[in-house]
């Protein structure tokens, strides 16, 4: 069982800023993929960025490029989502999700089936 705490939500204004993080349970966290997705208002769960086990690759949804960070520190086993110029319609709950059961070799997936374990998600708002 992996347990996920996320932190950092809440709200800005468009164009500031905001620091997700996520904290996993687990001893293999070096090899467990994981990624941030979000929930807007009557929309599907949608990727947000996630990177390979090293945090040397990084991949984000064309929505958030050039403004949101991904990364990861191994030695916490946190992960990061660092969000710049934020737009109303980053407007979301947003999830930690961690696959430890490696359906995801090597991390980089951006498929939310890949991923076995969620945290309770935290909410974003931004405001024009």
């Known amino acids: 069982q992996v347990q996920l705490e996320e932190s950092g939500g809440g709200m800005a204004q468009a164009g500031g800023s905001l620091r997700l993080a996520c904290v996993a349970s687990t001893r293999a966290f070096r090899t467990t993929a994981m990624a941030w997705f979000r929930r807007a208002p009557g929309k599907e769960r949608e990727f947000v960025a996630t990177?390979?086990?090293?945090?040397?690759?990084?991949y984000y949804a064309d929505a958030v490029k050039g403004r949101f960070t991904f990364s990861r520190d191994n030695s916490k086993n946190t992960i990061y989502l660092q969000m710049d110029n934020l737009k109303p319609e980053d407007t979301a709950v947003y999830y930690c999700?961690?696959?430890?059961?490696?359906?995801?070799?090597?991390?980089?997936?951006?498929?939310?089936?890949?991923?076995?374990?969620w945290g309770q998600g935290t909410q974003v708002t931004v405001s024009s």
């Open positions: 990177s390979n086990w090293s945090g040397l690759d990084d």
């Open positions: 999700a961690a696959d430890p059961l490696n359906y995801c070799s090597g991390g980089g997936c951006r498929d939310s089936n890949e991923y076995n374990y």
